[in-house]
T-cell receptor
């Protein structure tokens, strides 16, 4: 079946512009994560959605970052007033909990802020 | 919240030798411990996982061991091959709380 998809695959933007990154999780997956990965670095947790529970936003680095998940499916990560340090690969992952906890990652969106 | 430490950050081993990567976690309630492999330019993928009711799990050349008392778990790769070169991430989780990843280990297999 279809895996996790993300769009766009690449995004180049100018400093100060807003960007929206989209994640389509695997159908039926209740959990959805956003991570940021700078070149050669680890997985920086950003936000976690689990079913109808309030999201865990503890990883968002500043109030310029926000995310929503509509209808328990598609998620959008928004970065306002982008800065050069926001340049990274943004990875989305989803999982179907209740004993099947494997996280399936999307291909990522490579964001470059000039 | 959970905190996961991973060591070493880089590891080079001769092809055919074994590699061991270790992680410690802080939350004694954590009960799920997966390992992910990320090849260069690709997305992370699950390679093996273990739950807290099991002390060891094997899958061909890969094994994971868990010591709940000491709160640490390890990935063991035997008879390493060039395709094992990648970054490996451990993680820990309790229930439906978020999965917490370690900082990663860059494994290089020397031909």
């Amino acid at each position: 079946g279809a895996g996790v998809s993300q769009s766009p695959s690449n995004k180049v933007t100018e400093k100060g512009k807003d960007v929206e990154l989209r994640c389509d999780p695997i159908s039926g997956h209740t959990a959805l994560y956003w991570y940021r990965q700078s070149l050669g670095q680890g997985l920086e947790f950003l936000i976690y959605f689990q079913g109808n529970s309030a999201p865990d936003k503890s990883g968002l680095p500043s109030d310029r970052f926000s995310a929503e998940r509509t209808g328990g499916s598609v998620s959008t990560l928004t970065i306002q007033r982008t800065q050069q340090e926001d340049s990274a690969v943004y990875l989305c992952a989803s999982s179907y909990d209740r004993g099947q906890e494997t996280q399936y990652f999307g291909p990522g969106t490579r964001l470059l802020v000039l | 919240g959970e905190n996961v430490e991973q060591h070493p950050s880089t590891l080079s081993v001769q092809e055919g030798d074994s590699a061991v990567i270790k992680c410690t976690y802080s939350d004694s309630a954590s009960n799920y411990f997966p390992w992910y492999k990320q090849e260069l330019g690709k997305r992370p993928q699950l390679i093996i996982d273990i739950r807290s009711n099991v002390g060891e799990k094997k899958d061909q050349r890969i094994a994971v061991t868990l010591n709940k008392t000491a709160k640490h778990f390890s990935l063991h790769i035997t008879e390493t091959q060039p395709e094992d070169s990648a970054v490996y991430f451990c993680a820990a989780r309790f229930g439906n709380e978020k999965l917490t990843f370690g900082t990663g280990t860059r494994l290089t297999i020397i031909p």
